[in-house]
């Protein structure tokens, strides 16, 4: 299964509308089991379901979406990530499946 057939099967259509921005927060989570590998690595499904624990810390993450020529800018704590980076492409990646069209570009700050 792709992961956009996958997003479809998640996500009403109604949430495809655009919107120009979005804000969330969650706590940060660190995985107590060991890693045994993926299942599925396209879809990145772990082969075993894991322990963890909730710190009582934060991320907030705001995501701006502006249409025009131009590139994606994430910026993490306060620095503009290169683009390069693993996470800036991971992030890129996600952000595709949501993008409408080649002219969209987001802006993601995040920061603990």
Same mark, same amino acid.
């Given at each position: 299964?792709?992961?956009?057939?996958?997003?479809?099967?998640?996500? =009403?259509?109604?949430?495809?509308?655009?919107?120009?921005?979005?804000?969330?927060? !969650?706590?940060? +989570? /660190? !995985?107590?089991? &060991?890693?045994?590998? &993926?299942?599925?690595?396209?879809?990145?499904? =772990?082969?075993?379901? %894991?322990?963890?624990?909730? $710190?009582?810390?934060?991320?907030?993450?705001? /995501?701006?979406?502006?249409? &025009?020529?131009? %590139?994606?800018? /994430?910026?993490? +704590?306060?620095? $503009?990530?290169?683009?390069?980076?693993? *996470?800036? +492409?991971?992030?890129?990646?996600?952000?595709?499946? *949501?993008?409408? +069209?080649?002219?969209?570009?987001?802006?993601?700050?995040?920061?603990?």
């Amino acid at each position: 299964m792709e992961k956009t057939e996958l997003l479809s099967k998640i996500l =009403p259509e109604k949430y495809y509308e655009s919107r120009s921005h979005g804000h969330g927060r !969650a706590p940060i +989570n /660190i !995985a107590l089991s &060991k890693y045994w590998g &993926k299942k599925d690595e396209k879809l990145n499904l =772990p082969y075993a379901s %894991s322990i963890s624990v909730s $710190l009582p810390y934060y991320t907030n993450t705001t /995501i701006t979406s502006e249409h &025009k020529n131009g %590139s994606d800018k /994430i910026i993490l +704590n306060g620095e $503009l990530l290169n683009q390069d980076s693993d *996470f800036f +492409n991971r992030t890129k990646e996600f952000l595709d499946l *949501f993008r409408i +069209n080649d002219s969209q570009t987001f802006t993601v700050q995040t920061e603990m």
